[in-house]
T-cell receptor, first 113, second 117 residues
């Protein structure tokens, strides 16, 4: 079983719609959860972090965490063409004092004008 | 605030040759990470430094990969000899020294795209 699983997509939504990206993780001991955005040919950019159950909002982005279900999601409201990118879910797993981050394979999002 | 710096941005070498990558983390970031990202996959951690000490290198192929972080700031990652399967983007990231939630947040440099022919 992979540490972090995401639907690879592609996910296509019309401009102005809500894009919903999902991620599940295998280790119940995971404490920290992150969403990175990666444009084609660029490096990952941190857009959201979440550490406790519930929702966390930042502008058009909302991260949702459910530790009981081992599930993390990212909602993008009022999607824009500039949101078209691959979204990587990452989960922190502390092991022997190391801050290890495990990434999913990413979900490619296309926002259609 | 300047971000993570990496060089070179691109490198093409033949198999069995050696190559080195350089990284300068965000000022004040004690923890430095090297990742390998193969096309279509998420980044995979190779090695993690806290200041100038190695915290985790369990996924580093030590027969051909080596890394150092002298003086606790800049770091170099070396591959010798390179294989075709080493073609990937090598990403450097940094974070604050552990102790707060913010210290778990890792910030990436632009990466070095390596092609081994």
């Amino acid at each position: 079983q992979k540490e972090v699983e995401q639907n690879s997509g592609p996910l296509s939504v019309p401009e102005g719609a809500i894009a919903s990206l999902n991620c599940t993780y295998s280790d119940r001991g995971s404490q920290s959860f992150f969403w990175y955005r990666q444009y084609s040919g660029k490096s990952p950019e941190l857009i959201m972090s979440i550490y406790s159950n519930g929702d966390k909002e930042d502008g058009r982005f909302t991260a949702q965490l459910n530790k009981a279900s081992q599930y993390v999601s990212l909602l993008i409201r009022d999607s824009q063409p500039s949101d078209s990118a691959t979204y990587l879910c990452a989960v922190n797993k502390e092991e022997t004092g190391a801050n290890n981050l495990f990434f999913g394979t990413g979900t490619r999002l296309t926002v259609i004008p | 605030e300047a971000g993570v710096a990496q060089s070179p941005r691109y490198k093409i070498i033949e198999k069995r040759q050696s190559v080195a990558f350089w990284c300068n983390p965000i000022s004040g970031h004690a923890t430095l990470y090297w990742y390998q990202q193969i096309l279509g996959q998420g980044p995979k951690l190779l090695i993690q430094f806290q200041n100038n000490g190695v915290v985790d290198d369990s996924q580093l192929p030590k027969d051909r990969f080596s890394a150092e972080r002298l003086k606790g700031v800049d770091s170099t990652l070396k591959i010798q000899p390179a294989k075709l399967e080493d073609s990937a983007v090598y990403l450097c990231a940094s974070s604050l020294e552990w102790g707060t939630e913010e210290s778990y947040e890792q910030y990436f440099g632009p990466g070095t795209r390596l092609t081994v022919t």
